[in-house]
Nanobody
């Protein structure tokens, strides 16, 4: 069965950094688009970043561009999200997801979370002084 398990969340001060991990199993994540989404209390789920399988190209939401970096390790069947210079507005539950019908990230994939096929349960990131 396809499974995605996130880890690495926690409490960090503004300006700090965290590295989130997404461990995939039941399928080879290297063949497909992988993405990170987040959802804060009272807000809609929003796309954060996406990484392609075909050419390893990446996409980022404007609000995290320059601060976050997505990467993948095919040998470990895992995806990562390095988050730097964290802000209070970054606090949210972060979810790993995949689109098993695509190998190339497109802008619309971060706009519409319903396009993803499988989701992890999420990991909580808290940014506070």
């Amino acid at each position: 069965q396809v499974r995605l398990v996130e880890s690495g969340g926690g409490l960090v001060q503004p300006g700090g950094s965290l590295r989130l991990s997404c461990q995939a199993s039941g399928f080879n994540s290297d063949y497909f688009v992988m993405a990170w989404f987040r959802q804060a209390p009272g807000s809609e789920r929003e796309g954060v970043s996406c990484i392609s399988s075909t050419d390893r190209s990446t996409l980022y939401a404007d609000v995290v561009k320059g601060r976050f970096t997505i990467s993948r390790d095919s040998a470990k069947n895992a995806v990562y999200l390095e988050m730097n210079n964290l802000k209070p507005e970054d606090a949210a539950v972060y979810y790993c997801a995949t689109d098993t019908e695509a190998g190339l990230c497109r802008d619309y994939m971060l706009k519409y979370s319903s396009g993803m096929d499988y989701w992890g349960k999420g990991t909580l990131v808290t940014v506070s002084s």
